[in-house]
């Protein structure tokens, strides 16, 4: 989990207010995800990133959006946050379609 | 479209009893399989994964699981289980050729292991 880090761990916000989650990662891979988890759901990916220049909707990606800043970060914002993104986030990378290496996560509550 | 299903939201298995997480899939091209595990407060942790080649793969911690193509399945398995082992295990498919990393996640399914 060292390899892949993530800020803040825990968040409470309010309806409407925009937030942001940082992702940073050392493992020099190109290619980095958001993820949220919800119980009995699985994880659903919300975007995903190739490199710098490449930015791709997941299957959930209503309401976020992202930012890849450098090959080591990628960030997740919410606009307007809403209680329905009430989740625990994920960040992950991977080199190439190989395994993904995860973050420890943020848990997000939206009251 | 592609699918995995985890048709057990929970396993109870008893410390030293071999243990089966059951994991089914869906795909139109030829999968790439993962198995995660989730501790606690903890993201999650690659396990193993089958890409080609041998039917049973090994992996860490002493899992391994086999893929059957027939059956369209790939079940987690270990032959004793320890009370350590408790926690949320996911199964996870992408796709070859074409292969973009995306992960598809079945829903989870928790192992609880008794002493």
């Known amino acids: 989990d060292a390899d892949v880090t993530q800020t803040p761990r825990n968040r409470i916000t309010k309806t409407g207010k925009r937030i942001m989650l940082e992702c940073s990662q050392t493992?020099?891979?190109?290619?980095m995800y958001w993820y949220r988890q919800d119980p009995g759901l699985g994880l659903r990916l919300i975007y995903y990133?190739?490199?710098?220049?490449?930015?791709n909707k997941g299957e959930i990606s209503d309401g976020y959006s992202v930012s890849r800043q450098a090959q080591a970060k990628f960030s997740l914002s919410l606009e307007s946050a809403i209680p329905n993104q009430t989740a625990l986030y994920f960040c992950?990378?991977?080199?190439?379609?190989?395994?993904?290496?995860f973050g420890p996560g943020t848990r997000l509550t939206v009251t | 479209a592609q699918s995995v299903a985890q048709p057990e939201d929970q396993v109870n298995v008893a410390e030293g009893n071999p243990l089966t997480v059951k994991c089914t899939y869906s795909?139109?091209?030829?999968?790439?399989l993962f198995w995660y595990v989730q501790y606690p407060n903890r993201g999650l942790q690659f396990l193993l994964k089958?890409?080609?080649?041998?039917?049973l793969v090994k992996g860490s911690y002493g899992f391994e699981a086999e893929f059957n193509k027939s059956q369209t399945s790939f079940h987690l398995k270990k032959p004793s289980a320890l009370v350590s082992d408790s926690a949320l295990y996911f199964c996870?498919?992408?796709?070859?050729?074409?292969?973009?990393?995306?992960?598809?996640f079945g829903q989870g399914t928790t192992l609880q292991v008794k002493p």
């Open positions: 089958y890409i080609t080649g041998d039917n």
């Open positions: 996870a498919v992408s796709l070859w050729p074409g292969n973009t990393g995306k992960l598809i």
């Open positions: 795909v139109s091209g030829n999968p790439y």
């Open positions: 493992k020099g891979h190109d290619r």
């Open positions: 990133s190739f490199d710098v220049k490449d930015i």
């Open positions: 992950a990378t991977s080199d190439m379609g190989d395994e993904q290496y």
